[in-house]
Structure formats: structure tokens, C-alpha cells
């Protein structure tokens, strides 16, 4: 929201999620005492206007096909909390323009 504040325009939002797989079953966003049992985990960040991964990593291994669903579910998170991100930063936005008192597209929706 700072960028968006400064007037820096923005051609995508990063957004993250970290996938682990505990007793064979792939997990969204571990918390504490899941990423403690010592299972794979993978962290993605994807630029969802884009459709365009800018991290992927992951500590453990796991087979390929594994692998390929953890990390889908992983883009899934990622667009899940883009799309909130995205509300978010409109939200703010406008609110920001009817406080500058700016009229138009922004401050009339």
C-alpha cells in the first residue's frame, strides 16, 4: 500500500504461501506444530496478473507428481490471497481519494 500511496504505479501485486506435506497430504500454510514434523515444505510467490512465478523453493524432497500438486495448491493460495490483497488495496485507494477529495472513477465507485 505504500507503493500505491506514493503514486508508484504497480503492474502486479507478490503474493506468497508456503505448501508442506505431512502423513501424505499436501497443506496450505503450515502452522507451528505441522512445519515441526519435519516434512517437505515449498514456499511460492507468484505475481497473479502475470500468471508468472518469482520464487520457488523447497527444503526436502518429494516425487514429481507430489511435488506438482503441492506446488499448484501453493499458486491456489497464492491467487486466494492476491484476490484479497487486490480488494484490499482498492478499498484503500478510494478511501484515499474521497479523503484528498478527488472526484471521478476512483472516488465515485
Known amino acids: 500500500m505504500a507503493l500505491a500511496d506514493a503514486g508508484i504505479p504497480l503492474r502486479d501485486m507478490v503474493a506468497g504461501c508456503a505448501v ?3 502423513q501424505s497430504t499436501p497443506l496450505l500454510d503450515l502452522n507451528y506444530m505441522e512445519d515441526s514434523g519435519g516434512g ?4 511460492v510467490a507468484l505475481h497473479p496478473n502475470l500468471d508468472r512465478l518469482v520464487l520457488l523453493q523447497m527444503d526436502g524432497k518429494l516425487p514429481p507428481e ?3 500438486e503441492c506446488v499448484a495448491l501453493a499458486v491456489d493460495g497464492c491467487k486466494a490471497v492476491s484476490s ?3 480488494q484490499e488495496l482498492i478499498r484503500h ?7 484528498q477529495g478527488i472526484t471521478g472513477a476512483l472516488a465515485g465507485q
Open 20 to 22: 508442506g506435506y505431512l
Open 40 to 43: 517437505p515444505d515449498i514456499s
Open 66 to 68: 507430489t511435488f506438482e
Open 84 to 86: 484479497v490483497m487486490r
Open 93 to 99: 485507494t478510494k478511501k484515499q481519494a474521497v479523503a
